[in-house]
């Protein structure tokens, strides 16, 4: 049995009741939020605190507490910002800060820093390695921080264009069916990434690098047969290329260039009895040098709180439902 530990108590300074009321929030959610992340106990009368629990949970929340009130000075909490701190400062992090070094991305539009632990390890790993997979669910920031990295990249000269691409189409990329040339057919499944380039570069910039092809953007078979020297390649939605596809676009890629490889295995939508060329490139090299694996999970969402536990569900539901499977399978062999 755990011996209890005492409370942790500790004052913010200084103390402005407005923003001592923002820090709180509405019924004192924000707090409510924290006790229930790091299942802790948080008492406060006025600005004096006194948090119970695991000492270096309570240590944690105490951090991120010192850190919220910090905000409150120049930014409106909320509790989906308070949720995205949470995430940031994962409590791992929090207890050991040593544990995963910073890393920070420069921008036209500002610097971008990762949030969490699992996304500080990714950045990294594109920093420093050529061929690189994000693998998760929606909301962790594999496509938005791969793009942050190639901006940084180009700011910085370290290449000379950015290559967006992706299955035009979840089943098999045919496009002749959409009106208009061939950037408005497959504009529509490139509107990610374009967001995070908007918000990274401004629209107006984004538009003269599209001219000058600097940015390209490109549908995954506009790329069999090319060699991309001096380039960060982005592949988005890998989960929906065919086995074939993946190994014709690892193996365009060329001197100098960075490669990232961004997708969900969970939500394949390729015909059936088609392997996806994502789960099949994860057992083919796993144990490559050189090439890094980044699998993000469920807690490691940065949207609203609810998505985190919709991802959840799901995953509760398909562990279920392939428990059932395999039981019905060995009953059947039995």
Not at 46 to 55: H, K, M, W
Not at 214 to 243: H, K
């Amino acid at each position: 049995m755990n011996a209890p530990t005492d409370p942790l108590r500790f004052t913010l300074e200084p103390f402005e009741s407005r923003r001592f009321a923002n820090l709180c929030g509405q019924f004192d959610e924000h707090l409510r939020l924290i006790e229930q992340r790091l299942g802790i106990e948080i008492r406060n009368r006025g600005n004096q605190f006194e948090l119970i629990g695991a000492a270096d949970k309570t240590k944690a929340a105490e951090v991120l507490l010192q850190r919220l009130y910090r905000e409150t000075g120049s930014t409106e909490l909320s509790p989906e910002l308070v949720h995205l701190f949470l995430q940031e400062s994962g409590i791992e992090e929090l207890v050991n800060p040593s544990a995963t070094p910073s890393v920070s991305l420069r921008t036209r539009k500002g610097n971008i820093r990762p949030r969490g632990a699992n996304q500080q390890r990714y950045v990294k790993a594109i920093l420093e390695h050529d061929i690189n997979f994000g693998i998760g669910p929606a909301g962790t920031g594999k496509t938005y921080l791969a793009v942050a990295c190639a901006v940084d990249a180009l700011e910085r000269e370290q290449i000379r264009r950015i290559l967006l691409v992706r299955p035009a189409v979840e089943a098999g990329e045919k496009l002749g069916f959409l009106p208009g040339d061939l950037t408005q057919k497959i504009d529509p499944y490139l509107r990610p990434l374009y967001d995070a380039l908007y918000e990274m570069l401004g629209f107006e910039q984004v538009a003269k690098l599209i001219e000058k092809q600097v940015i390209e953007v490109a549908p995954l078979a506009y790329m069999r047969g090319r060699t991309l020297n001096n380039s960060f390649i982005i592949l988005d939605e890998s989960q929906n290329t065919t086995m074939e596809q993946m190994k014709m676009f690892l193996t365009r890629i060329g001197f100098g260039s960075t490669a990232v490889i961004t997708g969900d295995i969970t939500q394949v939508d390729l015909p059936r009895g088609t392997r996806s060329g994502l789960t099949h490139v994860i057992d083919v090299l796993r144990d490559v040098p050189g090439i890094t694996f980044t699998h993000f999970k469920p807690k490691d969402v940065v949207r609203h709180p609810l998505v985190q536990r919709i991802v959840e569900a799901y995953e509760r539901h398909d562990n279920r439902l392939h428990g059932k499977v395999d039981d019905e399978v060995g009953n059947r062999n039995g």
